[in-house]
């Protein structure tokens, strides 16, 4: 069973369309965080979010943390093909250190 | 300034033998994780380390894992007698300290481990 559900899987689109990725989980953490992944390199941190309803924007890219501190999502807003990459959310479980990851997204951004 | 690193990139073993896989943190990071990444399990936790002391080891998947942290910086991790199931991505990560609340962590670009 996995602790943080992340959707979707896979997403392919065409530059200038809008996209939504989704975390869920039946947890509450006290933080969560995006990354997004290159192939052969390491997870790069884009965002933390700690505060339940938060909302951060990122240039093109907006975050939102849930009220009860269970979910989140990530939205690009006319994505660009340098959008393309492996995107992963990851939660702190309260009184815990480690993270907890999603599956992760695939994104594909077509010319 | 300089991030995470870890050494070697690359490593191919054959089944049966240790391998060591080194990080060296953000300085100043007083907390480090090893997660490792492969294929249909994305990325698990592994092991903790606040400082030279390891509180949380519930990630490491047999007694065949270890791992250990010196002077409160580099950190390794061991695999003894390896096994075909190893292979994966080994990635470290470091943080300021664990028990900020949003615990940002930073990551190393990995150690691909291949067991043949």
């Known amino acids: 069973t996995q602790l943080l559900e992340q959707s979707p899987q896979f997403l392919s689109i065409q530059e200038g369309e809008n996209l939504t990725v989704y975390c869920n989980s039946s947890s509450v953490f006290s933080s969560l965080q995006w990354y997004r992944q290159e192939p052969g390199e390491g997870p790069v941190l884009l965002v933390t979010?700690?505060?339940?309803?938060e909302v951060k924007k990122l240039k093109r890219l907006t975050f939102q943390f849930g009220d009860a501190r269970k979910d989140s999502s990530l939205h690009i807003t006319a994505a660009q093909p340098g959008d393309t990459g492996l995107y992963l959310c990851?939660?702190?479980?309260?009184?815990?250190?480690?993270?907890?990851f999603g599956q992760g997204t695939r994104l594909t951004i077509n010319p | 300034g300089a991030g995470v690193s870890q050494s070697p990139s690359n490593k191919v073993t054959e089944k049966g033998k240790d391998v060591e896989l080194r990080c060296d943190p953000i300085?100043?990071?007083?907390?480090l994780y090893w997660y490792r990444q492969s294929l249909g399990q994305g990325l698990e936790f592994l092991i903790y380390?606040?400082?030279?002391?390891?509180?949380?080891k519930s990630g490491l998947p047999s007694d065949r894992f270890s791992a250990e942290r010196t002077g409160g910086s580099v950190s390794t991790l061991t695999i003894q007698r390896t096994q075909q199931e190893d292979s994966a991505v080994y990635l470290c990560?470091?943080?300021?300290?664990?028990?900020?609340?949003?615990?940002?962590?930073?990551f190393g670009p990995g150690t691909r481990l291949t067991v043949t």
């Open positions: 979010v700690v505060t339940g309803g």
């Open positions: 300085s100043g990071h007083t907390a």
């Open positions: 990851a939660g702190r479980i309260q009184g815990a250190q480690k993270l907890v």
């Open positions: 380390f606040q400082g030279n002391s390891a509180p949380d």
């Open positions: 990560a470091s943080s300021l300290w664990s028990s900020h609340r949003g615990g940002e962590q930073y």
